[in-house]
């Protein structure tokens, strides 16, 4: 039976919780952990901000059905979104927000298409993860609408944040 063939295993991207070595070794070693980082949405046109899991893989209310590109005129007219990788740390008082980073989105419902670049999104994840601050691409009342969502979502980890965090969002008094 050398026609038989046998399926190839795939190894993909594994998405685990907690320490991938602990208590174990071989399979999952290595592998990447996501559970401290969300991402947030901002409509600027709603001003609201909501957090949407589906956007760890692309998958958000706001993606789903809109076909993406690299090129800015396919979603002429569209609606502007920002994604924002939000990673939450731990100090000695307490958690915090240690990363934050935002991503351009461009969706237009009417022609089912949108603008981002994938790699940016990806590379700004990264960024948060690693716990940066980088959100001096977004206007003032997405920065807004984002600081306010921080400081209601959690008041005690906005207060715990870096001072990096209040400047950049235009908060004039960090409360550190």
């Not at 991503?103 to 089912?112: A, G, Y």
């Not at 993860?129 to 984002?146: A, F, G, P, T």
């Not at 715990?160 to 950049?168: F, P, T, V």
Request: charged residues 30%.
């Amino acid at each position: 039976m050398a026609d038989e063939q046998k399926p190839k295993q795939k190894l993909g991207f594994t998405i685990i919780k907690n320490d991938p070595t602990d208590g174990h070794k071989g399979f999952g070693i290595g592998s990447l952990s996501l559970e401290n980082i969300t991402p947030v949405i901002i409509d600027t046109e709603e001003e609201i901000a909501s957090i949407q899991i589906g956007a760890m893989h692309a998958k958000s209310d706001i993606e789903r059905g809109i076909k993406f590109t690299t090129n800015r005129e396919d979603s002429e007219g569209g609606k502007l979104y920002w994604l924002v990788w939000v990673t939450i740390d731990f100090k000695e008082n307490g958690p915090y927000y240690a990363g934050v980073t935002s991503c351009e989105m461009i969706v237009n419902r009417e022609k089912r298409r949108g603008y981002k670049l994938l790699a940016d999104h990806v590379n700004l994840m990264d960024k948060s993860m690693k716990r940066r601050i980088i959100v001096d691409n977004m206007d003032e009342k997405s920065k807004k609408i984002l600081a306010d969502f921080l400081k209601d979502h959690n008041e005690d980890m906005w207060n715990n944040s870096e001072a990096k965090l209040h400047i950049d969002l235009s908060d004039s008094s960090p409360h550190l």
